[in-house]
């Protein structure tokens, strides 16, 4: 079973953009899946933010603003979830997912983001 | 507009099996693409998927849950039931069923229930 790698916490100030990585396993190319964004918020079940595979096959979630973006970093075979002019209430849980051909759908451990 | 429930016991005691119910409107099961699955977070941790079925009763499982789950359908009733056996005190979580829509090779869990926590202890 693939596992994705987030870093455990975030942080930026409201304004600024926030820039949250979900890493692959080596065996396992970013360039070739999807990859599918969630935020939780404590309390809540997680929403489904948005998908990014390549820039002109991407998706956004319903309701969900414009300043959520994503984009792939192919020599770090990483995941991006990029969330520009940071507001307060941006503060929460971010989960990636992907779901290899072949292989079981995983998410990744998630990536506490804290707006200073 | 689409809603998931879920629901069952909330405390199981270990060894026992664990059935939990997803409840839900605003879609049909039998309508291509269109899949229910199960996801869990115990407390403080990552979500975890445990199971997915599809319309066309496609089932698929998380390898290292397999041995214990079994997911199934009610189109009539829409109803998705889960169970789990030989529950541990590491089951212990929130358990959410999720509405999964699979088109043009996009698969995502667009719209989730609530979630019901489900402890397991003696």
């Known amino acids: 079973q693939p596992v994705l790698t987030q870093p455990p916490s975030s942080s930026a100030s409201p304004g600024e953009s926030a820039r949250l990585t979900c890493t692959l396993p080596?065996?396992?190319?970013?360039?070739?899946?999807?990859i599918y964004w969630y935020q939780q918020k404590p309390g809540s079940p997680p929403r489904y933010l948005l998908y990014y595979y390549s820039d002109s096959d991407k998706g956004q979630g319903s309701g969900v603003p414009s300043r959520f973006s994503g984009s792939k970093d192919a020599s770090a075979n990483t995941g991006i979830l990029l969330i520009s002019g940071l507001q307060s209430e941006d503060e929460a849980d971010y989960y990636c997912m992907i779901w290899p051909s072949n292989a079981p759908l995983v998410f990744g451990g998630g990536t506490k983001l804290t707006v200073l | 507009q689409i809603t998931l429930k879920e629901s069952g016991p909330t405390l199981v005691k270990p060894t026992q099996t664990l059935t939990l119910t997803c409840t839900f409107s605003?879609?049909?099961?039998?309508?291509?693409?269109?899949?229910v699955g199960w996801i869990r977070q115990p407390p403080g941790k990552a979500l975890e998927w445990l199971a997915l079925?599809?319309?066309?009763?496609?089932?698929r499982y998380s390898p290292s849950l397999k041995s214990r789950l079994t997911i199934t359908k009610d189109t009539s009733k829409n109803q998705v039931v889960l169970t789990m056996t030989n529950m541990d005190p590491v089951d212990t979580a929130t358990y959410y069923c999720?509405?999964?829509?699979?088109?043009?090779?996009?698969?995502?869990?667009?719209?989730w229930g609530q979630g019901t926590l489900v402890t397991v202890s003696s």
């Open positions: 605003g879609f049909s099961l039998s309508t291509s693409g269109v899949g």
């Open positions: 999720a509405h999964m829509s699979t088109i043009f090779g996009v698969a995502h869990f667009d719209y």
């Open positions: 080596s065996d396992i190319n970013v360039g070739s899946y999807n």
């Open positions: 079925i599809y319309w066309n009763d496609d089932k």
